[in-house]
Structure formats: structure tokens, C-alpha cells
């Protein structure tokens, strides 16, 4: 048998060495790189067989496990490899990858570790688990020799005469002692089944010792036509369900999908669920899987699509999602931006669809659907040019309305005092006695939440154009006043505010040099008909949104508030309150009353602190007290 030796040309030495300490961390990616190999090889086998029209054996790949000889062979059927193929794909144009790899590793110093797995090292990612690899390979072409390559990890390589009768490759691994788990059928299966669940050819493993034995069969590990490969039209709700349950097998059922597939200027497939939110599971970052060419690459799809559309679930799958690239640079990669753009906008007008042609359904899952969709506005200006004007808020009213339609619903008399104002009504905070305010009045106020509304209120404040018209956002408390009460105040009115003022305010002069306490109420009369509560707290506009801001900001969450606490002197109880101030002789029960219309106040906007329940059920105890004792008398 005639040997020919030859030496891998490389300047670095330890080119091994890195190979095997770096990617320790995930060794278990050389099955993944063997794999799409094979499957390149297959693929390019067909390829040719088409072109010049002959027939071909299935193509299939075999993972044989030798536990005695040690050994993990992949073993494909495709288009095989000559030796002068295996001289300059494997030892030269594979080691350019390699090389690129350690070079990025020494400049990465210290945190190289970042980079591996990331970083796909093909054909060399075979060492980091054997210290010897063969390439048995017979080409596909007429006359081709079998040939023979092996390597035991160090620069040296020995080509011999090679055995192969059938066209294709074998790639044997001597697994090496620290990886021996991989020897281990269950584990080539589990690891296998991680990769290439999806991938187009047959992926058996093959018990090399029991294979002779007469009902042997070996395991099939994939499903080889994945739904999304497939015709959309072909395809019925139900096996989306079942190929999302498949996916995420934890999760209840997703809303609604979209498929995808796209063949120019780049291609891509893939299915995009609308997940349920589990508002009480993390986030995860690993909802959208990426494949290229069947291949499981990863489920991080940071950087390749913007953070919002990772509350997505699904698969993409693109030959344009390089494998063997390390994550940093896909991040410029021109095809993963465009394919990045592609999916913002297939998603947004998926949405439009739903909203202009079911509404219905549009609005059911809009709970779950909302804060992906204003998160994806504030986040990205394309999507935002679709669906702004699709952001549908729930009203005090309980209808669901777009901003315009808001607009559009404000009864004639309220219009021009509006303008461009929006009313909101704070979920967890507004007076809910404001509600019935507004009600009566045919108005509504759009119930907004504490997370990403306010992003979204200022997105829409301040990014503005021809489609997207000028809005300003104004919560019920602090516009009610302006908009429903009466102007003129009587005697009557005054001295109620003079009542309070003396009791829950006292002292209001600010001496010189000191600065007012920023946590002082101050006292205002409405007079608003149909007004069912004695008062409520007010905040101004801007404060509020200074207090957000802060809080955002990560300063303390008790900004102090300026307050001002609105009473409503037609309410019998203002007015009992005042004519037994008049009679006079009470002075200790008024007090209480008056203190007590704050506490209500208080109780019905943002609640009172655990620090303030005590307070308040002692002075709740003496008010009643107090009262039940004018009635024994
Ligand atoms: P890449 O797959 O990115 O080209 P690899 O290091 O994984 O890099 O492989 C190097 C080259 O070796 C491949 O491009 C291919 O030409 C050749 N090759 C590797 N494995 C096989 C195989 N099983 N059959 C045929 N050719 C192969
Ligand atoms: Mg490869």
C-alpha cells in the first residue's frame, strides 16, 4: 500500500491545541458540522444528478457507533470526494476557517470563551473529541478512486489507498478519552435530535456491533419535511397547532401564525407564532430558533432580529444565516440586516391583515398581542409606519378604539376644547369615581398601564407625521377640571375651601428660605355634575410624566408628587361637613371628617402604603367613635 504524507501549512502550531481547549465548552457542535456536511454533499450530489440526468440512491446519513473500536463514523451518500478534492478542500480551503478562527481567538484574549460555539469551525471541530480522524471517500465521478486521509491531530496528514466501493464519504472519528460520553448511543441520539430534528435526509444511528443481528433497525432521528418547507395553502390550522406543540411543548395554544418564504434577493421560510404572554414566566430570549438549510444554527436570535420580535415563537430558516460565523459580525452581515427588515415587516402586515379583516378577533387577542405591538412601534420605525394607527386602546367605556377613532367618537361639545388631547385614565392609579364623570358626559379615556404605555404615549407625542397626526396624551385627573366643571364658585364654595385648607393644609405661607414641602397638597374646588365621590387627587400633567421619567431613570420610586386634593362641594358629605363647622362646637369631629375625605381620596387613586394603614384605621376608629358617640348622646 503506497503512503503519501503531507503537511498542513499553517503558521500557527497550536492551531490544535486551541481547537481542543477553546471549544471544550460545546464540543458537541462537531455532530452539527459533520452533519450539514453531509448534507452539502448530498445536496450537491442531486444537484449533478439532475443536470445530467441520472438516477441516484436516496440520499441518507449514517451514524455508526463503534463502542469497542471507539469510534463515531458519519457516513454520507453524496457527492464524495477524490484525493486531490480532500488535499484542497480539507487541508487547505477548511484550515483558512480554522485559521480565521484562532486568529479572532488571540485577539479576543481573555474572553475568547465568548466566542466559542459561536463560532462553527467545520470539518477541524472533529478534534476537539478525537485525537484521529479519517476521510474514507469515493467521488461520484466516472472513473474516480477511492481515497484515503487521515490525521491525528497534530499538522501532519497521511493520504493511503483508499476502500470505499461506494460513492460517498465516511468520516471516522476515534473518539478520544475525555469525550467518551459520545460513544454512547443515547447521547449521539440526544445531541443529534438537538441539530437536525429538521434536516432534509435521512439521519439514522447505527449500533456497529448489533447491526448484523437479524431484526435489527437502526433509529431514525429526523422528520425530514418540516411544515414550514411546505405549501402554506397546503397546510391546515391544525398541524401549525401540532408543529407549535411539537416546538414548545410547555406552552398553551399560540394566537395566530404566519408563514413565511421568500425567494428574492434573499431566500428564507419559516413560521412565526403569536404566543400566549406568560406574564409570570422570564423572558426568554430563545422563542425564534434559526436554521439554515434544515440545520439548527441557534436559539439566540439576538442581533438578527430587533429585541421585539423575540416575544415571537417559531422557526426561520435561511441559507443566508451563515453557520460558521461568529455572532459579533452577523450583526453587520448585510443579508441578516435585510432578512431582519423582511421579517419586521411580514409580521406588521400580518397584523394589518388581522386588523382590517377581523377585527373581532384582532381585538380578543389584543391582551396578549398589545404590548408586542407598541413595544415593535416605539422600537422600529417601519413597523410603526404600519401599525400606529392599528394600536387599539381599551376605553373607560370598554370599547376598543384606535386613536383616530377616539378622535373621531368625542361628542361635538367636548371636540374643540380637546383638540389634539387624548384622555387616559390610569389602570392602577386613576380615580375610578372619575369613570362615571366621564360617562355621563359620553366621553372616554383610554386605560393605559404603568409598563410600556407611557413609551408608547411619548413615541406617539413626539414622532409625528402627515399619517401620523399631532396627539397629546392627558390623564382624567388632570384635565377633568378644565373640561366638565362649572366656572363660577359662590360663598358657599369658598368657605369649603377655606375649610380645608385650614384643616388639611394649614400653614401655607413658605417662610423665607425655606423650601415647601414638595409632598404638601394643596386644596381645589370642582363643581362637576354628576360627581359621585366628595373628592379626589389631582397631578399635573408634566409632573406625572416627570415622576415616570425618574423612576425609569432608576431614581427613587416615591418622586414626591405635588398634589392637589379636588372636592367636590355639591357631595352631601362636603356639605354636612361645612354646616357643622358653621353651627361650630365640633371643631374635633370636622377635623376628622376632613381628614377622612383625603383618606378616601387617597384609598380610591393610588391606594394607601403599608406605613399608612395604621394611621388610617386609628383615625378611621376614632372618626366612628366620635360619631357613634353623638348618637348615644
Ligand atoms: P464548509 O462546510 O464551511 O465549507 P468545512 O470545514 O465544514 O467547511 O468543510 C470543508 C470542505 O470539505 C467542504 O466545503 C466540502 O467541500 C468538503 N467536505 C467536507 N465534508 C464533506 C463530505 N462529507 N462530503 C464531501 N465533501 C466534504
Ligand atoms: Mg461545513
Redesign the pocket.
Known sequence: MSERKGTISVQTNDIFPIIKKWLYSEHDIFLR?LIS??T??ITKRAAFARTHNVELPTGKIDVIVNTKEKTVTIS?N????TEEEIEK??TQ??FS?AKEFVEKIEQAGEKGSDIIGKFGL???SSFMVADKVEVN?LSWQEGAKAASWSCHGDTEYTFSDGTKTEVG?D?VLHINAENEEFLNEWKINETLRKFCDFMPYTISVVNDEKKSEEDYKPSVINEMAPLWKQDPKEIKDEQYLEFFRKLFPMDSEPLFWLHLKVDHPFTLEGILFFPKLNQKMPFQESNIKLYSKQVFVSDNVKHIVPEFLSLLKGVIDSPDIPL?VSRSSLQGDPNVKRISNYVVKKVAEALKKLFNNDREKYQTIWEDTGLFVKYGCVSDDKFDDILRERVIFQGTDDKFQTIAEYKESIPETYAEKLGDKILYFEKDKSDPSLKNILAEEKLSAFIMDDHIDPHFMQHCEMKKSETKPAVQFVSVDSELGNLVASENSTEEDIKVKDLFNKILVGETEVKEGEVEDPSKISIEIQKIKNSTAPAYFKIDEQMKRFAKMAVQMGQNASFPLKKTLVINPGNPLIQNALKISEKGGNDSLVEKICHHVEDLATISSEGLKNDEKEAFLRRTQDLMQELTGHLTQ
Open positions: 458540522e456536511n453531509a452539502d454533499a454520507d453524496g457527492v464524495g470526494m478542500y480539507i480551503l477548511a476557517g467545520g470539518f477541524y471517500s464519504t468520516i460558521n
